[in-house]
Structures are given as structure tokens and as C-alpha cells.
Nanobody, 125 residues
Framework: QVQLVESGGGLVQAGGSLRLSCAAS????????MGWFRQAPGKEREFVAA????????YYADSVKGRFTISRDNAKNTVYLQMNSLKPEDSAIYYC??????????????????WGQGTQVTVSS
């Protein structure tokens, strides 16, 4: 079992920044690939970013490349999503997820085994 708790969401103006955090517990965090997904009202959940066990490899959706950065601190069992140059279309509930079998390279939500409860991000124009 892995428990995931996201934080850091909120309301921000277009062009602003937010940093999301996801605290993990329950398994050896340093052996788990982690990802961020988001879901806007009326839309399917979509991949945002992922990071490998040790943090050497990162993966991004084209829509966020160059604006978002995923990172992790294995000593703190936490993964982060730094979001810069936010746009109204980034508004969604953001979910942290754990992939205990893979390396984080798959963008498919079905590859992830555990999910957090989500944190709302709203970007005003």
C-alpha cells in the first residue's frame, strides 16, 4: 500500500506559478516511479509529468513542456510539480500517482497503482 497526499493547489492568475507537493508513505519511496495527472470538468484524466525512481529521467506532456518541472526528494518521500507560466487551460484537479511496477515512462493512467485525493488548481485569465 502507498498513501499519497497532495497539497499546494489554489487560485492563481494567468502567468503565475504554483508548486504542488505529494507526500508518500507506506512503501520504499525511492523505488517507486511517480507521476502527476490532471482532470478538468467534462474531460478525461490526462498525463502531465512523471519521474523515475532516482529522478534521473523525467517525462512531460507536450502541453506543459518548458513550463512545468517534476522533481522528487527521496529523503522526504515527496514529489513536486513546479508549474510556471500558468494558463487558464491548466485549470484542473491535479492528482499524484505511484507506479510501483514501472519506471514512469508510460503516460497511461492505468499503469499507476495508487492515487492521491487530488488538489484543485484554478488559473484565472
Amino acid at each position: 500500500q502507498v498513501q499519497l497526499v497532495e497539497s499546494g493547489g489554489g487560485l492563481v492568475q494567468a502567468g503565475g506559478s504554483l508548486r504542488l507537493s505529494c507526500a508518500a508513505s507506506g512503501r520504499t519511496f525511492s523505488r517507486i516511479a511517480m507521476g502527476w495527472f490532471r482532470q478538468a470538468p467534462g474531460k478525461e484524466r490526462e498525463f502531465v509529468a512523471a519521474i523515475s525512481w532516482g529522478g534521473a529521467r523525467t517525462y512531460y506532456a507536450d502541453s506543459v513542456k518548458g513550463r512545468f518541472t517534476i522533481s522528487r526528494d527521496n529523503a522526504k518521500n515527496t514529489v513536486y510539480l513546479q508549474m510556471n507560466s500558468l494558463k487558464p487551460e491548466d485549470s484542473a484537479i491535479y492528482y499524484c500517482a505511484a507506479d510501483i511496477h514501472g519506471d514512469g515512462s508510460s503516460p497511461r493512467s492505468s499503469e499507476y497503482d495508487y492515487w492521491g485525493q487530488g488538489t484543485q488548481v484554478t488559473v484565472s485569465s
